[in-house]
């Protein structure tokens, strides 16, 4: 009789506990939940306290007070507030625009001097994108492996101008202006840069990609998979094309927009494409069979492809590099760990130096000097005379 009052003693003293332990974690349970409140309320707090400071930092001049009474207003006319300016400092529109980045590139090109200007220049140039935003980067790279090339935006944290200028002069029309939007001037009113690369392969949160014209730590600010279906024009459907020369103001083009919904097209007996309505002055609604048209300065430019030579020394001294994929390893200075083979150094050189690398300034008044560029671990010394160039010598970055 005792052994039963006992177990039933110790059955309701479990019971009791277990009913204390569900108390206890019904109310942790209630604390987590007032500290989630709390936290997201100091994020909301955190947020709109980092937006008035981004607006401070976009308009030096502003007083707190404007910054606060402007904050709402800027979200649906953030030019007003913090409109980019042609005059704004570069350190300010740069160092803005750094801390959008979403990663950091290194590449072979050490420097802005000899880094190619266009990717097509130098397809062996390798580079290795880190992604360092999400708390777990690589999630964010999950199906871009399937395709083979992509879009990157980056900044040009290089550009030390002050201020963008509404026309510039090109390396490639050797002094001639064009407007800053007619050519790929990294001295834009917004020093962002968009390149076209192949993807060689992911692991985890980085990219290898190849056919890379940035310099070494270049921020990235966003990758985009290329899509030949979206990227490349469509010339083989009926679009409208004007009549008159491509100068011509958009009037006529906008006029054109607002019409396509009024316009359309038929076959014929002959099952060719005719216009309904040709009374749109200035354009005219065919197929567009014409072809992709580009500036013709681009084909033919002023300044002419150059030979390249190498010295005998040059020479020599460029089969005293070896080939390694360490990166970390010190035990030569005389080694490469970017481009796969002195072969592809060669090209590489050679590619780079044919398109002339030097500014317009250096290249009408700096004639006589010669002219250092450096790729992976090699420093090349060059000269230029005429059409020519003559490689003088490659040696390690760090040689003395």
Known sequence: MEDSVQVEGKGMAAEERLATLENSVASARRELSKLRQQMNAMKHMFK???????????????????????????????????????????????????????????????????T?????????????????????????????????????????????????????????????????FACRTPHRPNPIGLTLARLTGIQRNILCVSGIDLVD????????????????????????????????PCSAAI???????????????????IKRDSNISGVDLLPSTEP?????????????????????????????????NDVTSHSSTWQVTTLPSLDVVRQSITRILQEDPRSVYRRNKCTSDVYKMSIDNL??????????VTVISIVPKHFK
């Open 255 to 273: 006029d054109s927009i607002q019409l396509e919904a009024s316009v359309s097209l038929k076959s014929d007996a002959t099952g060719e494409l």
């Open 379 to 388: 420093n090349i010394t060059c000269s230029f005379k005429g059409d020519t």
């Open 292 to 324: 992709v048209r580009t500036a013709g300065w681009l084909n033919n430019p002023p300044v002419a492809t150059l030979q390249v030579e190498f010295s005998q020394e040059a020479q020599q001294q460029l089969t005293m590099f070896k080939y390694t």
């Open 48 to 114: 709109n306290e980092i937006n008035k400071i981004k607006l401070s930092l976009c308009s030096p001049n502003m007083e707190i007070s404007d910054v606060v009474n402007c904050s709402e207003a800027s979200r649906h006319n953030s030019d007003k507030c913090c409109g980019v300016v042609t005059s704004r400092p570069a350190e300010s529109r740069i160092g803005q625009l750094n801390k959008l980045a979403i990663g950091h590139i290194e590449t072979c090109f050490k420097e802005k001097n000899g």
């Open 116 to 180: 190619p200007r266009q990717p097509s220049i130098c397809p062996e140039a390798r580079g290795v994108i880190t992604i360092e935003v999400y708390n777990n980067p690589d999630h964010s790279l999950n199906g871009l492996s399937e395709y083979s090339h992509i879009w990157i935006i980056f900044v040009f944290h290089k550009n030390d101008n002050d201020s963008s200028k509404a026309k510039v002069r090109p390396p490639r029309l050797d002094g001639k202006r064009v407007g800053v």
């Open 217 to 248: 730590g270049t921020p990235i600010l966003d990758i985009k998979p290329y899509i030949p279906e979206y990227d490349k024009p469509i010339i083989n459907v009926a679009s409208f094309v004007t009549t008159e020369a491509s100068d011509k």
